[in-house]
């Protein structure tokens, strides 16, 4: 049997690619794969149920055999097991008229958030995986960031994920978990509608500790959306600041002239609320109570919340900062040996060997400090690049800015804006926005 195998092989080594797979065919051989590889496929590739049956299809006319959909929902049902939940939730919707309607939307959701994020951290973990960004973040704590963002689609899908900071790339869509998911606007009475459940669990997380190791949570997303979530009227109200109570026209003044203005909490946030409802809960009159129109959804201070490019950039900034300090601690450490060394040369002469050994010191510690150097250059190169390059954070959250009031830059001359846009831009009250920014 080996030498009638070995025999054939060598025999199959003669034919060209095409007359192999003509042999295959009508031979009737079919590669199968089976139900858990297909799931990880499906799963790595992030494609719908639907465009894997168009697949299968594919792979089928080549002799390749994905297993059935059955199969591999079954394992699905066992890996996900009863952490998925979906329901009809009662929506706010846009009425006809000009007001608003209650209707029923689906709405998917992870019923125990704190579990899921137990479980990929002993996932992560187990493979060796986590990290603390060389001191960055404290080794006494693991860092997750929620975040939402409603969906360009048509159906307007909003999805609230969550993200572990303490990994090589936390912002990649590997490692990007949605743990809510419906089929409406973003506004704040559909947040509360879906999100209410998670408050008391996102409350515990920031409490309880995983091993030896303590919850911080942050909310990024889009300015919008931060102070939707903190219950504020938005960017173009008469306070649009997230974390303090200047007011649009005083925006305008310099700081020197104007000082500072106290900062919001999550407390003086609530505070305005009460007060605001106490006095009828008249949206007109949000503006009196530094546009607070509703209560924080979650318990996350705002020094926390911010948005996922500024994030990276204060990463970076810190980094930077960190290898600043080090170099310069070991620039103060090379001086005083090279005075030492000089001290030792003139004494014992170049050519005694305790002269050597400090020169030999002296060579390596300059070539540590020149490495440091390089480094320190190429991270203020990364940082200025959020400032300078177009495909920076910075320039690359004004692009989003300016795409969430529909303005784009033309595919002609250089991308420029044509002039409705530009004068949609120079509006007022977008202007706050890109104060944010």
Known sequence: MGESSALLRRELDYLDEAEKQK???QAGIVCKIGPQDALAIKADLGVPWAKLRYLRRWLKASGVAISCEESMRDIARE??????????????????????????????FIPNLN??????????????????????????????????DK???????????????????????HNTCVFSCFEAADSITNLHCALDRFRSQIDHLQEMKWRQYS????????????????????????CPCLFCEINHDQMQLAITTRGRYPERT?????????????????RKKAMQY?????????NIPLLQSTTSSFTDYCIELQKLQLMKAECAEAQDSLRGLEEVTTYVAICLGEKDPISADYIKQVKEKRQSVKAMESEINHATKVVEKGFKIQDGPFCAGLDNALQSFNVKRQQYFGGVFVGNHIHKTLMVNKLCMYSWL
């Open 115 to 148: 579990q899921k994020i137990i479980q990929l951290l002993e996932e992560n973990d187990s493979t060796g995986q986590l990290t603390w960004h060389e001191g960055i973040i404290p080794k006494s704590e693991v860092w997750i960031k929620l975040g939402g």
């Open 79 to 108: 890996v996900i097991g009863d952490n998925l939940n979906g329901e009809m939730a009662p929506f706010s919707f846009p009425a006809y008229d000009g007001g608003e309607e209650v209707r029923a939307a689906p709405h998917v």
């Open 266 to 282: 999550l407390e003086s946030i609530l505070a305005h609320y009460r007060s605001f409802m106490a006095d009828g809960g008249i």
């Open 215 to 238: 919850f911080k949570v942050f909310m990024s997303g889009d300015y919008e959306y931060l102070t939707t979530i903190h219950g504020l009227s938005g960017a173009s109200g008469k």
């Open 23 to 25: 042999l295959l065919q």
């Open 151 to 173: 969906g360009g689609d048509v159906l307007n899908t909003f999805k609230m994920n969550f993200q572990i900071v303490n990994v090589a790339a936390p912002n990649s869509v």
């Open 290 to 298: 530094c546009n607070c129109i509703s209560e924080p959804l979650f």
